[in-house]
């Protein structure tokens, strides 16, 4: 039998006689590897300058398959070069399990890098990215500017597809075109949500409850009311920052009389009663209750110290007490002060939180 076709399951090869078995007629040839040759190591994480380009993988293709069909010009070579060669081409074809392994979870990892590199770059350029990356958030229902050319993003955005499927945020089905302003909801999740986005009615003469309305999404859902025409009690733990900040809105006084912000921690069962009672005495009707307060994540008071002084201050603007009917005082305990640089904000001008999570 042939040393080509011999395998190691094969009773017949012996490596101590034989070496490794070749599958391109080394031994025809006298370029069997004799035992003990070490083996050529295998680098997984050379540099890329070291790499060679796919233009010389080519032509050394062309060169392998020209001398499998003609060896002939290999007898021209000294036998420590045929040796060389004919070892190294087997080191590639055949590489020792390990090694095979190796190589294979090494090119599953850089498909991998790659993938997540291609999907990430898709979703780096929708509209919600775009919006996160700005240091201030625009509220909803904003007016446009002087010469703003309004465009149909259904027609004119773009869109792209990841390279594998991911799972909707909402509807939890897999989805690989991405729409061009959400990421993580697939196309007719995304297209529902981004015209409820925009979307408005008449609020006029509705009053409206809303929890946890200072920063973020509960910001966000009072603006839109109040820019839709409704009356808007917001509750708050610091009523005095969330005041400032519906007061530096452009057009604050269109809607500012149809606000009222109340200092409320629903940590505090009495506070809660007692601001429900106050609502059932001054309050002929309620329309709707957005309870948005919720704190997933205990902060200790270091990381509202940079609120507090504005808090406890007895002036404020015209403008922003008269949002204000009632506000409760707050006692700070100092500790890990450390941990909550002063001055260090985030983009909602919150504190900057250098715990470990």
Not at 22 to 37: N, Q
Not at 123 to 147: C, D, H, M, S
Not at 263 to 268: I, P, Q, T, V
Not at 279 to 291: A, G, K, Q, S, W
Request: neutral net charge; proline residues 7%.
């Amino acid at each position: 039998m042939p040393v080509s076709s011999w395998t190691r399951r094969d009773s017949r090869w012996n490596p101590a006689t034989f070496g490794r078995p070749s599958r391109c007629g080394g031994a025809r040839l006298g370029f069997i590897t004799r035992p003990g040759r070490p083996r050529l190591r295998r680098s997984l994480t050379g540099a890329v300058a070291d790499q060679p380009t796919a233009e010389q993988l080519r032509e050394l293709t062309g060169l392998i398959e020209r001398l499998a069909r003609d060896p002939s010009p290999l007898f021209n070579l000294p036998e420590e070069d045929r040796v060389r060669l004919i070892n190294a081409a087997g080191d590639l074809f055949n590489p020792d399990p390990e090694e095979r392994r190796q190589y294979f979870r090494a090119r599953k990892r850089a498909e991998r890098r790659a993938k997540v590199a291609h999907d990430e770059d898709v979703k780096i350029e929708t509209g919600i990215r775009q919006l996160r990356a700005k240091p201030v958030y625009t509220t909803p229902n904003v007016f446009p500017p002087e010469g703003f050319a309004q465009l149909d993003a259904g027609t004119n955005g773009v869109f792209r597809d990841l390279s594998e499927p991911h799972h909707c945020y909402v509807c939890k089905k897999e989805f690989v075109e991405v729409h061009h302003f959400y990421d993580q909801l697939c196309p007719p999740c995304a297209a529902f949500n981004f015209a409820k986005r925009t979307e408005t009615a008449d609020l006029s003469g509705r009053v409206a409850l809303l929890t946890g309305g200072r920063v973020k999404i509960g910001y966000q859902a009072g603006i839109k009311l109040l820019r839709a025409g409704a009356s808007l009690i917001v509750s708050t733990r610091f009523p005095r920052d969330a005041a400032a900040r519906y007061a530096q809105e452009a057009d604050f006084d269109a809607w500012g009389d149809r606000l009222e912000i109340y200092g409320l921690d629903l940590r505090h069962t009495p506070s809660v009663e007692a601001f429900a009672d106050y609502l059932f005495e001054t309050r002929v009707r309620l329309d709707f209750i957005i309870n948005n307060a919720c704190q997933t994540v205990r902060r200790p008071p270091e990381f509202y110290a940079h609120m507090l002084e504005n808090e406890q201050a007895t002036a404020l603007p015209a403008d922003t007490s008269a949002l204000l009917p009632a506000l409760a005082r707050m006692d700070v305990v100092s500790a890990d002060a450390h941990l909550f640089p002063e001055g260090v904000l985030d983009q909602d001008l919150q504190q900057v939180d250098l715990r470990e999570r």
